[in-house]
């Protein structure tokens, strides 16, 4: 049958659209701005803008046709490469394919922007562009296919990811944490002052994120309809019982409850639910975005000082983590009078294993790619600017340009 236009559907999707872009620019690039030393203020901003118009780019030559386009189980075909045939009249569901197209460009955009967050203050522009533009077509449209498009073996498993635990924050996670691993450490790690140059900046970011996140998971329904609104309802809670989780377990620890510590929890309670938000109850988002806040706290604390690492800001600790116990817990959770699928508490076990067979599966391709992408990019150009650059600051010795 064919499909017909909803104006509703379609005003929802393009008003989402624009809030998953806002979560680029200027959310992501001020949340991440803010925590910098101030000589990387302006690097940090301009990865964020310069990714969104290199992953435009790839998404429309390639990344849009292999990742939503039939082909097979592990990658789309070549049917939209460039957009070819995508007229004023093509549909996707209910409304124009041109604008499903653009709000899955949203999604990756702000997936390898994540990424930035686990090498900030010591990687290449140069290196950064060309890594985000083979990373687009080598690990993101395969595992977006494989989850939300055509055939894609996930889907077929019966993986439930409404919004981006495995395709966004999962994927990104791991892909930070391997290049933070192959980048290095900052110079003078552990000795050096790392605090935060501006703090205002990263709560107007963060909040901008929350505002945006509303976009990301509520126009995952494609639909303005109950779906949407559940998936906004949950959203808003888990971010906020997130937020509160970690204030209290960061607050026991240290005598002291943070501006930085509540903005990241929230965040990290807005990855957690992201995968579960069209399949579980406003309970069931209470639960998971306090579980996730403490667990987010233990990946950006304690984690990364055990294993030593520089995830400078916690791309793994809060998105790695936080996506990987939000696409578990979606088996647990699911309701399926909300979804349509059962979880664990509602006698479905093996969703659990469905779930964690989709993260497992994501992991061992996301960090295998990108260490090859990132293998070759040292090998050939360089991934790590040179120790002065570094040290005077990445936005006079790249960018030729200061913070007054």
């Not at 990756?108 to 010591?122: E, H, K, Q, W, Y």
């Not at 290196?127 to 073996?153: E, K, N, S």
Request: hydrophobic fraction near 50%.
């Amino acid at each position: 049958m064919e499909s017909t236009l909803n104006g509703a559907d379609t005003a929802w999707i393009l008003t989402a659209t624009a809030l998953v872009l806002l979560m680029t620019l200027p959310g992501l690039a001020l949340f991440y701005g803010g925590m910098v030393r101030k000589k990387n203020v302006l690097s940090t901003l301009m990865q964020s803008f310069a990714i969104c118009c290199v992953a435009t780019i790839v998404w429309m030559v390639l990344g849009y046709s292999l990742s939503f386009t039939e082909g097979n189980a592990f990658i789309g075909g070549l049917d939209r490469a460039f957009l070819s045939g995508l007229t004023v009249d093509a549909m996707h569901g209910t409304i124009p394919e041109s604008l499903f197209m653009t709000f899955q460009l949203t999604f990756a955009v702000i997936t390898p922007a994540l990424i930035t967050g686990a090498f900030a203050d010591r990687m290449k522009f140069s290196a950064l562009i060309v890594f985000t533009a083979l990373w687009v077509v080598a690990v993101y449209a395969p595992v977006c296919h494989w989850v939300w498009g055509p055939g894609g073996f996930l889907a077929d498993d019966g993986v439930l990811d409404f919004a981006g635990g495995t395709v966004v924050h999962v994927n990104a996670g791991i892909a930070g944490l391997v290049a933070a691993i192959v980048v290095g450490p900052r110079q003078g790690l552990g000795r050096s002052n790392f605090a935060p140059h501006n703090l205002v900046l990263t709560v107007i970011g963060g909040s901008l994120l929350w505002v945006g996140w509303f976009g990301f998971n509520g126009g995952s329904a494609l639909a303005a309809n109950g779906a949407a609104a559940m998936a906004v309802t949950v959203t808003h809670i888990g971010a906020a019982a997130a937020g509160v989780s970690w204030m209290g377990v960061e607050w026991l620890r240290t005598g002291k409850p943070s501006v930085l510590g509540i903005v990241t929890g929230a965040v990290g309670g807005l990855v957690v639910v992201t995968p579960a938000a069209g399949f579980i109850t406003p309970g069931a988002a209470l639960a998971m975005g306090l579980l996730g806040g403490v667990v987010c706290y233990w990946g950006a604390t304690w984690l990364k000082h055990r294993f030593k690492y520089d995830d400078s800001l916690d791309c793994f600790g809060v998105h790695g983590i936080g996506g990987l116990v939000g696409a578990v817990l979606t088996g647990v959770f699911a309701s399926e009078a909300v979804g349509g699928t059962a979880g664990a508490l509602e006698g479905n076990l093996g969703q659990v294993w469905t779930q964690s067979w989709g993260v497992l599966v994501t992991v061992a391709y996301s960090g295998a790619a990108s260490l090859a992408l990132l293998l070759v990019l040292d090998r050939t150009m360089g991934l790590r600017v040179d120790d002065e650059t570094e040290r005077d600051g990445l936005d006079l010795g790249l960018h030729g340009e200061l913070v007054p």
